[in-house]
């Protein structure tokens, strides 16, 4: 077990970011993601609207200001899809067969447009694929904070990850 967050991150030849392969991880790996963002209000109205998300939380200054929150509320699939995003550079880019699922998403604290997030993985658990002998499933547990170091966001993923060695 590795102890502490450090980036471990692979680079490829021509320098950009690649994740790890499957048998590259141990449980108890953690990264903690140089990649940090601040949230806009661009950010939120963008992707409350694609999404066709009418929720006067996100989109209505004067019900928000009205609710207990008594500011903007961010969208919470945003955060959810921010802190995946944080992660991929570090864990699975290159090395992704498929993201199999998420489980256990909670947002224990909401998020304001203005708040600076970071995020945090660890490794929990490894199994080869059955079915795939050229892969192996890792499951990530994410954490996204923000500036004052509240959890805004947690989950587990679990991705199919291609091994270095098939």
Request: a neutral charge.
């Amino acid at each position: 077990m590795r102890v502490g967050f450090s980036t471990g991150s692979n680079r490829t030849d021509a320098g950009t970011m690649a994740g790890r392969y499957f048998d590259q991880w141990r449980i108890g790996d953690s990264i903690a993601h140089d990649i940090r963002r601040t949230v806009t209000e661009t950010d939120n109205l963008l992707f409350t609207t694609m999404t066709h998300n009418p929720q006067p939380l996100h989109l209505d200054a004067e019900a928000a200001k009205a609710s207990e929150f008594g500011q903007i509320l961010v969208n919470g699939t945003f955060t959810f899809a921010l802190m995946v995003g944080l992660s991929v550079g570090d864990t699975t880019l290159g090395t992704l067969v498929a993201n199999l699922g998420y489980d256990k998403l909670v947002m224990p604290n909401p998020v304001f447009i203005g708040d600076t997030l970071r995020c945090e993985t660890e490794v929990t658990d490894l199994k080869p694929s059955k079915s795939r002998p050229n892969a192996g499933i890792v499951t990530f547990t994410h954490r996204l904070r923000n500036q004052r170091d509240q959890i805004v966001c947690q989950c587990l993923r679990m991705a199919l990850l291609k091994r270095s060695d098939a």
